[in-house]
């Protein structure tokens, strides 16, 4: 499980001049919502119209917040619309004129219409289970109590990438994306009845997952447990082999300067570090997010707090260890990103520098 660290470097105060790049804005915004930048939650006051968004800020809402905002970097430009009980990280670089613009969505649903596209320039949505990608129209995705992702296209085409298989989200054609294990179906829709097709399939699903709660329950609760392991391990060799130099980078950073010096040296022992951090950290993110969604079983008393995860380990316990671990897990993944954005900045935008670490990329399914 996730060991309480609170080193001083984490309370280090981001005042990044040298990162100010806004990449988008916030546009409209209602309830409760929260943005985290460089390792801290932005403060209330400045979640207002006209924020402007910037690389690796994680964006959620609460069960009645919403928000929209625009993006424009990197040859996309595109409106998007979180819907409430939603998350999601931006990943993408003000550094590169073309590039694969990416979402990370970790919960919740999206909206969202490409206004233009440049180049060889296209946008991603990531989940663990597909990857989304579109160069042109307007499509949603909504993902179900039980981790399934539904894909619908208004305008335009969105590719579904499951693992080595690739789907077509279409007017009329909608790809539903289930977790276990990882499979597509397309369904054909009336092209006027969409939003009613998703709300009726969410409202199914919602049905369905009390059938199969305890099935569900114990594969997203291993993969946790599994992934929080491997993270642990990534966390303490960065904490052997990396935290002096991201304290010298956090400093660069806050009062904007840079050495050259040593650069390609400290980039590659950065990104050997940040790689399977970055992997890791996300995949933890969204499976956290899922269990916490479906605690709302426990609570109408669909799943009982005496079942077991594992031998002798009941749901009441897995519940009350995963309580204690998000607050330091939170701050880890704030952290990592930081790190990312830091690491962008030295490099042009690319992570990993492909010179640095040969075979892989920020398009790599190893991040997904």
Known sequence: MLRVILPALMTIVAVSGLFAVSLGRVTALEGELSVTRAGKLLEAARLKEGLELETDDLLATGTLGRLEFTINAGGVAATCKL?????????????KKEQTTALELIGGSLTLKLTSVSGNSHLEIRTTE??????AGAFSLVCSLGGEWAVSASTGKVQCQVGNLAYQAEPGVVVVVSP?????????????????????????????????????????????????????????????????????????????????????????????????????????????????????????????????????????????????????????????????????????????????????????????
């Open 83 to 95: 819907g409430s009980d939603s998350s999601l990280a931006l990943d993408l670089s003000s550094l």
């Open 130 to 135: 597909a990857i989304f990608s579109s160069r």
């Open 180 to 368: 276990n294990p990882p499979e597509a179906r397309s369904f054909l829709v009336n092209v006027n009845t969409i939003e009613s097709w998703n709300q009726s399939w969410t409202t199914a699903m919602a049905s369905d997952i009390r059938n199969r709660a305890l099935a569900s329950f114990r594969f997203f609760a291993s993969r946790y447990l599994q992934t929080s392991g491997q993270f642990q391990r990534a966390w303490n060799r960065w904490e052997r082999e990396g935290r002096d130099l991201w304290g010298l980078w956090a400093l660069q950073d806050t009062t904007g300067t840079q050495s050259s010096a040593s650069l390609v040296v400290e980039t590659k022992t950065m990104a050997g570090l940040l790689v399977p951090l970055r992997r890791l950290g996300t995949s933890l993110e969204r499976d956290s997010f899922r269990l916490s969604q479906l605690r709302t079983l426990v609570q109408q008393g669909v799943l009982s707090e005496g079942l077991e995860v594992s031998e002798g380990y009941t749901l009441k316990e897995f519940y009350r260890q995963l309580d204690r671990d998000l607050p330091e897990a939170f701050k880890r993944q704030a952290m990592v990103r930081w790190m990312h954005k830091s690491y962008l900045q030295r490099t042009g935008g690319e992570f990993p520098a492909p010179v640095l670490v040969p075979g892989i990329s920020r398009d790599s399914p190893f991040f997904h």
